[in-house]
């Protein structure tokens, strides 16, 4: 005997029939996923701190999946062939952005035909901030922030100050200093940390902001001099070095951060589980050590806090870059 149905028949059971697999779904949390290996993408070169990061992140999300979380690096053209490639990924969960404020807050500004946009991601969540400081040579006439105001006051641009490259976040809390401060110096930029650093232990170059964690070793061994931190609270790292704010610049405050994003379009049961399983990494007392070791400050703010995050920060940095007329290298 041959079952017959009609088209209204057939309407019905094609419902039910998805009404129940929506159920099941359901009732697991986020159906099937993760049902295989995930991709966390960072925009960075290996060994880094930043891949730090990322491997960190990876290691702590595979516990709350069940799912091994691999590393890609993807350097190049500042975080933005990383961020291109996942913002391009298929709409699954599979394929995560360690995103940076230099991919979102920083690259738009600098980059004419940036081959990404925010509305290509979903914010999930935040990973970490990573906080600045001031510091200078050890022969230079300078112990401290107000001998430095005085200093560079009495000499304009006669301080040469060594960045990590044009348009990077170290060139534009340098810029940002200079304005809340009213100072000039003369910034040099370097491709990178580790020549500046090099050149500032040489005393080719008079100051730097730097990472804490890039620089804290060498001030605690008295090779160079910490003089105010960009934090809005005093650093773990660096008890004894007094904030900006408190020393009466409430303008000279910043950092960068990292978030995890997923392609924009990606399904609510997957990005809440993704969510749940960020804040239960960032939260550990295992994730927060193994941050403050390089530096970073974990925090579990979730997407909706990032956004504002970011949206505050694109106008602040979209605002500095146009008055100084800041160009890409």
């Not at 969960?93 to 940076?100: A, D, K, P």
């Not at 730097?208 to 005093?234: M, T």
């Not at 399904?267 to 193994?290: D, H, I, K, M, Y």
Request: with cysteine; glycine share 10%; proline share 7%.
């Amino acid at each position: 005997m041959k079952l017959r149905l009609n088209r209204r028949e057939l309407g019905v059971f094609a419902l039910s029939s998805t009404l129940s697999v929506s159920s099941f779904a359901q009732s697991r949390g986020d159906g099937a996923w993760p049902a295989r290996p995930i991709t966390l993408v960072v925009p960075y070169p290996p060994g880094g701190t930043t891949d730090v990061v990322g491997r960190q992140l990876a290691d702590h999300l595979w516990k709350e999946l069940g799912q091994s979380v691999v590393v890609e690096n993807k350097p190049g053209a500042a975080t933005a062939i990383g961020a291109s490639a996942v913002a391009r990924a298929p709409k699954d969960g599979y394929t995560l952005l360690l995103g940076s404020g230099t991919t979102f807050t920083i690259a738009p500004h600098l980059i004419a035909k940036l081959p990404y946009a925010q509305a290509d991601f979903e914010p999930i969540g935040s990973v970490c901030t990573t906080p600045f400081t001031l510091v200078v040579k050890n022969d230079l006439p300078i112990r401290n922030l107000k001998e430095f105001i005085a200093y560079a006051k009495a000499n304009p641009k006669a301080i040469n100050n060594a960045t990590t490259g044009q348009g990077t976040i170290v060139h534009l809390l340098s810029e940002l200093m200079d304005i809340g401060l009213g100072t000039q110096m003369t910034n040099i930029h370097y491709k990178g940390a580790a020549q500046a650093m090099t050149d500032l232990l040489a005393g080719v170059v008079d100051t730097s902001v730097a990472a804490i964690a890039n620089v804290q070793p060498s001030v605690k061994a008295g090779k160079y001099r910490a003089l105010a931190v960009f934090s809005p609270e005093r650093e773990a790292l660096m008890p004894d070095v007094p904030t900006f704010k408190e020393l009466g610049f409430p303008t000279v405050v910043g950092d960068t951060w990292f978030g995890l994003f997923s392609p924009a379009g990606t399904p609510g049961p997957v990005l809440n589980r993704l969510g749940s399983a960020l804040r239960s990494a960032t939260s550990s007392a295992s994730f927060g050590q193994s941050m403050r070791k390089i530096g970073n400050e974990p925090i579990t703010n979730g997407p909706e806090e990032l956004r504002k995050t970011m949206n505050e920060q694109n106008r602040q940095w979209g605002e500095l870059i146009r008055r100084l007329n800041i160009t890409a290298n």
